[in-house]
């Protein structure tokens, strides 16, 4: 049975809007677009509700600017792409904003940011800040700086983590298309509209195809895991179109339109959600059944004895998987130990490590408060 659409009491929204949605054919900008999605924020910050936009378009004003047709290939080339671009784009949004009476911050982040604790936590203060003082952050991925190892990929990857970092109730994507078919619409006259999603199966993967456009880096994968994400949160994401008349009103009102993700029923609290969604995994721990059973169905801390291998170079603190016999993985955490002493001491009993490696200050490889089931 299908939920109802009741969102007229949510508060904080995250809204995403990519780089096809902003941009012309040419890769310049679409300033009527642009001015039509402004319009549509200021009316709902004018009602009390607290916005965070995270948009795309960087590398796409870029292209305009230099005259370039097709999306730059190599990393240099969209970053210096992307240092044309930002400016631009942060200047367009001023200026529309400006004319609604409000006042917007430009946050830039990279992967780093939220892997980082310290660095997450600093940019949650910032954005919280901001909204305390009526400022609308305008986000982008810094894409100046960012390299493959540290950046998202897509901004949809990182409008589910901000909306995790600032507890917001819902993440709300406008895209190029009006929501989650069966095949690409575009592609396909047989595919069927779906309005909305309890559970991502794989099934429901299956349908997903890869970028969704020439300018931008996103498809409905990096979406479904974007709902992934902020359903852990107990957040709500919908899949709109971003031409639609005053699609953020018809959204919020409850009306038929896109794809709704519902959120899972059992959330993950703050800390729990940053060590599955907001670190980086440097190596893997593999264990075996004892071990696996342990972790899933009583809840343990992850042991030396149970272990059986190590792959990767990482360091005390950092996010590792753990991986159960046949390859599967079964949890994240962060290690108490570093990757060689983990492959020293794996097999041990908890007190043989000490004779071993002449100190032990930890009995648990992964300590259960550290750990994540996935």
Same mark, same amino acid.
């Given at each position: 049975?299908?939920?109802?659409?009741?969102?007229?009491?949510?508060?904080?929204?995250?809204?995403?809007?990519?780089?096809?949605?902003?941009?012309?054919?040419?890769?310049?900008?679409?300033?009527?677009?642009?001015?039509?999605?402004?319009?549509?924020?200021?009316?709902?910050?004018?009602?009390?509700?607290?916005?965070?936009?995270?948009?795309?378009?960087?590398?796409?004003?870029?292209?305009?600017?230099?005259?370039?047709?097709?999306? $730059?290939?190599?990393?240099?080339?969209?970053?210096?792409?992307?240092?044309?671009? &930002?400016?631009?784009?942060?200047?367009?949004?001023?200026?529309?904003?400006?004319?609604?009476?409000?006042?917007?911050?430009?946050?830039?982040?990279?992967?780093?940011?939220?892997?980082?604790?310290?660095?997450?936590?600093? #940019?949650?203060?910032?954005?919280?800040?901001?909204?305390?003082?009526?400022?609308?952050?305008?986000?982008?991925?810094?894409?100046?700086?960012?390299?493959?190892?540290?950046?998202?990929?897509?901004?949809?990857?990182?409008?589910?983590?901000?909306?995790?970092?600032?507890?917001?109730?819902?993440?709300?994507?406008?895209?190029?298309?009006?929501?989650?078919?069966?095949?690409?619409?575009?592609?396909?006259?047989?595919?069927?509209?779906?309005?909305?999603?309890?559970?991502?199966?794989?099934?429901?993967?299956?349908?997903?195809?890869?970028?969704?456009?020439?300018?931008?880096?996103?498809?409905?994968?990096?979406?479904?895991? #974007?709902?992934?994400?902020?359903?852990?949160?107990?957040?709500?994401?919908?899949?709109?179109?971003?031409?639609?008349?005053?699609?953020?009103?018809?959204?919020?009102?409850?009306?038929?339109?896109?794809?709704?993700?519902? $959120?899972?029923?059992?959330?993950?609290?703050?800390?729990?959600?940053?060590?599955?969604?907001?670190?980086?995994?440097?190596?893997?721990?593999?264990?075996?059944?004892?071990?696996?059973?342990?972790?899933?169905?009583?809840?343990?801390?992850?042991?030396?004895?149970?272990?059986?291998?190590?792959?990767?170079?990482?360091?005390?603190?950092?996010?590792?998987?753990?991986?159960?016999?046949?390859?599967?993985?079964?949890?994240?955490?962060?290690?108490?130990?570093?990757?060689?002493?983990?492959?020293?001491?794996?097999?041990?009993?908890?007190?043989?490590?000490?004779?071993?490696?002449? &100190?032990?200050?930890?009995?648990?490889?992964?300590?259960?408060?550290?750990?994540?089931?996935?």
């Amino acid at each position: 049975m299908a939920r109802k659409r009741e969102f007229g009491h949510v508060k904080r929204i995250v809204i995403k809007v990519g780089t096809s949605s902003l941009t012309h054919k040419t890769g310049k900008l679409n300033l009527g677009q642009m001015e039509k999605l402004v319009r549509e924020m200021a009316d709902l910050y004018n009602e009390g509700r607290e916005l965070l936009l995270v948009t795309s378009g960087a590398v796409g004003a870029g292209m305009g600017r230099l005259g370039w047709k097709t999306r $730059p290939k190599t990393i240099p080339e969209k970053q210096a792409c992307a240092a044309v671009g &930002q400016g631009l784009l942060l200047q367009v949004y001023e200026n529309f904003f400006s004319q609604y009476g409000i006042t917007v911050g430009q946050v830039l982040l990279t992967r780093d940011d939220f892997a980082d604790r310290r660095r997450f936590l600093n #940019a949650r203060n910032t954005l919280l800040t901001l909204l305390r003082l009526g400022i609308l952050p305008i986000i982008n991925e810094n894409d100046t700086v960012a390299v493959d190892e540290i950046r998202f990929g897509d901004n949809d990857t990182l409008s589910a983590l901000v909306t995790n970092l600032i507890d917001a109730e819902m993440l709300l994507i406008l895209s190029d298309v009006d929501g989650l078919y069966t095949a690409d619409p575009r592609k396909d006259p047989a595919a069927r509209f779906i309005p909305e999603v309890e559970k991502i199966t794989p099934e429901l993967e299956a349908v997903a195809g890869g970028a969704g456009s020439a300018t931008g880096s996103g498809g409905m994968v990096t979406k479904f895991q #974007a709902a992934q994400i902020v359903g852990q949160a107990g957040a709500v994401m919908v899949i709109a179109a971003a031409a639609a008349d005053n699609v953020l009103r018809r959204v919020l009102a409850g009306e038929e339109i896109g794809t709704v993700f519902w $959120p899972a029923e059992r959330h993950l609290k703050g800390r729990k959600r940053w060590i599955l969604f907001g670190t980086t995994v440097q190596g893997k721990i593999y264990v075996d059944e004892g071990a696996a059973r342990a972790l899933c169905e009583d809840g343990r801390s992850l042991l030396p004895s149970g272990i059986v291998g190590v792959e990767g170079d990482f360091e005390a603190g950092h996010a590792v998987s753990i991986i159960a016999p046949g390859g599967r993985e079964i949890a994240r955490g962060l290690v108490n130990y570093a990757a060689a002493e983990v492959d020293r001491m794996k097999g041990l009993k908890t007190r043989e490590i000490a004779a071993l490696m002449g &100190q032990q200050p930890y009995d648990e490889v992964v300590h259960r408060d550290n750990l994540v089931l996935t």
